[in-house]
């Protein structure tokens, strides 16, 4: 039953992180771009239904991935079984810090919380040796995740070793994508200026 509800969380939440990322993409376009394109799906996403129904899917899929961890600690062998676990709890903590710095940001700052409020920290050192790692990590967890999900749910319909490459090779576009994205932010494909009420946030 958990697995079950667990698994349909996921597709609430795995819409938003698809649209989430293609928005991200916008940003090797130039950060207005991404600007605009953020602006035009919050139509989808930031009212009062889709909004409270995403962070209740997210609490219920940090909480009940936790409990599902517990519940075979010791069991789970091999390197996929392995990397399901470490991507889970990385995005559990991602994702409750990523929503709390929203939050944040929006109630507590009262910035609009978009590209440049996500990626300021990317400019301003020492927070960058936090916050490229941060955000890399979390887009190849999600990529992770999802190989090891298609691994398990795929057991019995596709052979080994054909299923392991097609593991893999989810894992090597995520880790590929992650990377063009971090770049993407440091500017190395647009230029990208940060501007100064977003720096202020990491200058005290
Ligand atoms: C690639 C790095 C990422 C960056 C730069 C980033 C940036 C942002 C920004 C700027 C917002 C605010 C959106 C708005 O105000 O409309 C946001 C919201 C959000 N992000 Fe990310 N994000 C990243 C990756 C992710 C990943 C991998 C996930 C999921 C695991 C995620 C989940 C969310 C969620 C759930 C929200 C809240 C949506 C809302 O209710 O406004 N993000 N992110």
Not at 2 to 7: G, M, Q, V
Not at 21 to 29: A, D, K, P
């Amino acid at each position: 039953m958990l697995h079950k509800l667990h698994r349909t969380s996921a597709i609430i939440i795995g819409l938003f992180i698809l649209l989430h990322l293609i928005n991200h993409s916008m940003i090797i376009l130039g950060a207005q771009n991404h600007i605009e394109f953020m602006d035009a799906i919050r139509v989808i996403y930031r009212n009062a239904i889709v909004e409270s129904l995403l962070i209740l899917c997210i609490l219920f899929q940090v909480s009940s991935g936790v409990v599902l961890v517990w519940k075979r600690r010791g069991q789970r062998t091999g390197f996929i079984e392995k990397s399901q676990v470490w991507s889970g709890l990385y995005l559990a903590f991602f994702l409750i810090n990523h929503l709390a710095a929203v939050f944040f940001g929006r109630l507590i700052l009262e910035l609009d919380s978009n590209i440049y409020f996500a990626i300021a920290g990317f400019y301003v050192l020492p927070f960058s040796l936090f916050f490229i790692p941060y955000y890399f990590l979390a887009v190849v967890a999600i990529f992770v995740h999802l190989a090891s999900a298609f691994n398990w749910l795929l057991r019995n319909k596709i052979k080994n070793p054909i299923r392991k490459n097609i593991v893999f090779l989810i894992m090597f576009i995520g880790i590929g994508f992650a990377l063009i994205l971090i770049f993407a932010f440091l500017g190395f494909f647009s230029d990208i200026n940060i501007p100064a009420e977003y720096l202020k946030v990491y200058q005290f």
